[in-house]
């Protein structure tokens, strides 16, 4: 899929203000500082659609962007570590958990992980969560141009390892760079064929 249209819509801190759910939705997630901006960047052809920083935290809102008039990509805020407060750190949390659990036209969640980091407990919780919320999601990798590939391998097959101790089965795993642009086509003709899957829903 080519993407030629990729606009921002809004902005809102509650999921009840996000656009009407008339298209499918796709949410991006990850710790702060994962490289979501710039993933998102990079599969919408836009070097500044989503804004990039080098502070942890930045993304505070739910933002929604409209892609190709045919589905809606929304960038969550990290969790994790980010220079914020403690009582904006669970306002975050809540704003996310209650996004994902109600936002009605929501098709997966694409949790990005840094993949030069061995399993990070709050990471392994999120999807814990979601599995038990029944949430549908996808892992990306991100930043593989920052390994060799026998590094990241080795780094995906303890991922995999530990993610079968408490999986019956495996997520859908991409693997991503946004400085290389790998994985890009098969992440957005993913998202293609689901929405494809879903015109007479919508």
Not at 24 to 39: D, M, Q, T, W
Request: hydrophobic share 35%.
């Amino acid at each position: 899929m080519s993407i030629q249209i990729a606009e921002f819509i809004k902005s809102a801190q509650i999921y009840q203000d996000c656009p009407d759910p008339k298209k499918p939705e796709y949410a991006f997630i990850g710790r702060s500082n994962v490289g979501k901006s710039s993933l998102i960047n990079m599969l919408t052809n836009k070097k500044d659609l989503a804004k990039t920083s080098g502070t942890p935290g930045k993304t505070q809102l739910l933002n929604t962007f409209n892609i190709n008039n045919q589905w809606f990509l929304t960038d969550l805020p990290g969790y994790g570590y980010a220079r914020v407060s403690k009582s904006s750190r669970k306002g975050f949390e809540k704003m996310i958990y209650d996004y994902l659990e109600n936002r009605p036209n929501l098709i997966c969640t694409f949790v990005l992980i840094d993949c030069r980091h061995e399993p990070q407990k709050n990471d392994l919780k999120f999807l814990e969560w979601l599995g038990t919320k029944q949430i549908p999601f996808a892992i990306v990798f991100t930043k593989l141009d920052k390994l060799t590939s026998t590094a990241f391998q080795k780094n995906l097959m303890i991922y995999k390892r530990e993610l079968l101790k408490t999986w019956e089965e495996l997520p859908l795993i991409f693997s991503t760079s946004a400085t290389s642009q790998i994985g890009k086509m098969e992440l957005t003709n993913y998202i293609d064929n689901l929405t494809e899957q879903l015109k007479n829903q919508f």
